[in-house]
């Protein structure tokens, strides 16, 4: 530490323990490991749930508090870190919606649709799956628009046929689907249709 | 006044302004790491399919993992008591068993990706993967960044010159622990 330091900042007590206040830290931290790793041992989910994430979360407090030694660090540090983390949770929060909740009328996933065969029947089947492969790139314009009226048709059969793609969706471990034209990427979600 | 760095030599918000940069570089981490494990945390909610392959990652692997880093950073704080009693050999030596317990994390983390990558488990096998080797290769990043830069402050410290750097870098180090505490269960418990 340098004299200034000395002269101008208040660092009492900052770091100035005994090495053997530290190795009794660090022995808690290995025993809260131990419970982490043997918690799902017992193969109850809410206690593999609290074995884990909750003992990580004290974990993490401990070595912030007398490792990092928040707990003597200036009040507004902690403020600043835990404002950082709600930032973050707010900024998350606001993207959330889109991301957890797949349904509605004016989202679903273009890449899992699957056109009925009435549609191929009369033709318009293979010329809106193109549509729809446009639409995921962004470059379905023109296009769209000479054709709205077999584009509705299309999006109200689509709709119905979702429901299904999205119950499969739900439990891809049962269904892989092969790649094709349309499912290139089963995790991205593309823009809405209106 | 000495012909050190501003930042080194003065302090208007009651702590040194070196250590108060490092908590603003942690700040600005949390939203790397905690932006990667939300969003990480979203998908696993909607996608059931990834508990079957977490089941392939190495719990044991991480676990040896955890206890490395947690080693490494009672290394660390104990080099940062040793530079407070201004007890230079000692700072100078507990920051090399931490960067020891870098280049052991390291290893062990090398080991898990050979292993998985040639049963299959690349980055492009599933988004769940893509997480994996994203979120372990940036926190492994960053091991690798605290290992070079804690060498170049014992180095230093050696020489008896900016011991205050010793605690700048702990803090920086215990941290890395901290996201690693949290990717342990994310990644290798949850299955």
């Known amino acids: 530490m340098t004299q200034d330091h000395a002269a101008t900042v208040d660092d009492a007590h900052h770091g100035g323990h005994p090495d053997s206040y530290y190795i009794k830290i660090w022995a808690i931290l290995l025993v809260l490991l131990l419970i982490s790793v043997a918690g799902p041992m017992l193969e109850n989910p809410v206690i593999t749930l609290i074995t884990a994430f909750g003992v990580a979360v004290v974990k993490a407090v401990i070595v912030c508090a007398f490792f990092m030694h928040l707990y003597t660090e200036k009040r507004y540090v902690t403020y600043l870190l835990l404002v950082a983390l709600f930032i973050m949770a707010m900024m998350f929060s606001g993207m959330a919606p889109d991301v957890t909740h797949m349904e509605g009328n004016n989202w679903f996933h273009v890449n899992n649709v699957r056109l009925p065969p009435a549609v191929h029947h009369h033709g318009e089947g293979e010329h809106h799956g193109a549509e729809t492969q446009h639409a995921a790139h962004g470059q379905d314009t023109h296009h769209k628009d000479m054709h709205q009226d077999t584009h509705k048709k299309d999006i109200k059969h689509g709709n119905a046929h979702l429901t299904t793609a999205h119950q499969q969706h739900k439990d891809p471990a049962q269904s892989h689907p092969e790649p094709t034209a349309t499912n290139k990427h089963p995790e991205a979600t593309p823009p809405a249709h209106h | ?191």
């Not at chain 2, 003065?10 to 490092?22: D, E, F, H, Q, W």
């Not at chain 2, 932006?35 to 399919?49: A, E, N, P, Q, S």
């Not at chain 2, 955890?66 to 704080?77: E, K």
């Open chain 2, 1 to 191: 006044m000495s012909d050190k760095p501003i930042a080194t030599t003065r302090s208007v918000t009651g702590i040194p302004t070196g250590r108060l940069a490092i908590w603003w570089i942690l700040a600005s981490e949390i939203f790397i790491f905690g932006g990667l494990i939300v969003t990480y945390l979203m998908f696993r909610f909607h996608h059931d399919h990834w508990t079957a392959e977490a089941a392939h990652t190495n719990t044991w692997a991480g676990a040896i993992n955890t206890f490395v880093l947690l080693t490494s950073s009672l290394f660390a704080v104990l080099a940062h008591a040793a530079a407070e009693r201004k007890d230079t050999e000692r700072a100078f030596k507990f920051l090399w068993f931490t960067i020891a317990g870098a280049g052991m994390f390291l290893v062990v983390k090398s080991y898990e990706y050979t292993t998985e990558i040639s049963h299959g488990f690349h980055m492009f096998r599933d988004v769940f993967w893509s997480f994996y080797y994203t979120a372990t290769g940036l926190h492994a990043v960053h091991v690798i960044a605290g290992a070079i830069i804690m060498a170049i402050v014992a180095s230093a410290v050696r020489k008896g010159k900016e011991l205050q750097r010793v605690e700048y870098i702990g803090i920086y180090w215990h941290f890395v622990d901290v996201v690693w505490i949290f990717l342990f269960p994310l990644l290798y418990i949850a299955k």
